[in-house]
């Protein structure tokens, strides 16, 4: 079995990393996208609660009602008395709040995906 190192370049999402591979003699593998094996996070489009309203999801689920933690109450949960501070969040609670520390123009962005055809296509003419 060949053991191979890495450098992570970007978390994709829950269970995708894009890294820079290592295989030895100066041979690198450049920003390949790995899915981490043993962790299997859904996408936002198979996330029940991420498009469906509460009422939604009682259906979907078969249940009478339904209830969530509220993010002040999962940190009040977790020893912080005060609830989440908003300035400098004691956790890394962005997969709940959306509030990432940086954009994410490769998920939000629609015309990404154009906008890098349009360049791999430039560099194949020079």
């Not at 079995?1 to 593998?29: A, N, P, R, S």
């Not at 899915?35 to 198979?46: A, M, Y």
């Not at 609830?83 to 998920?107: A, E, I, M, V, W």
């Amino acid at each position: 079995m060949y053991e191979y190192h890495c450098k992570i370049v970007k978390i994709v999402d829950g269970d995708t990393v894009d890294v820079d591979i290592d295989l030895g003699f100066g041979v690198w593998l450049k920003k390949e996208r790995v899915r981490v094996n043993g962790i299997d996070t859904p996408e936002t489009e198979q996330l029940l609660a991420a498009n469906h309203n509460v009422d939604a999801m009682c259906s979907f689920i078969g249940a009478d009602s339904l209830g969530f933690l509220s993010l002040d109450g999962l940190y009040k949960a977790m020893g912080f008395p005060d609830g989440r501070d908003d300035l400098n969040p004691q956790f890394t609670d962005h997969c709940f709040t959306g509030d990432y520390p940086t954009d994410l123009k490769d998920y939000r962005d629609e015309n990404l995906q154009e906008q890098l055809s349009l360049l791999s296509d430039n560099e194949d003419n020079n």
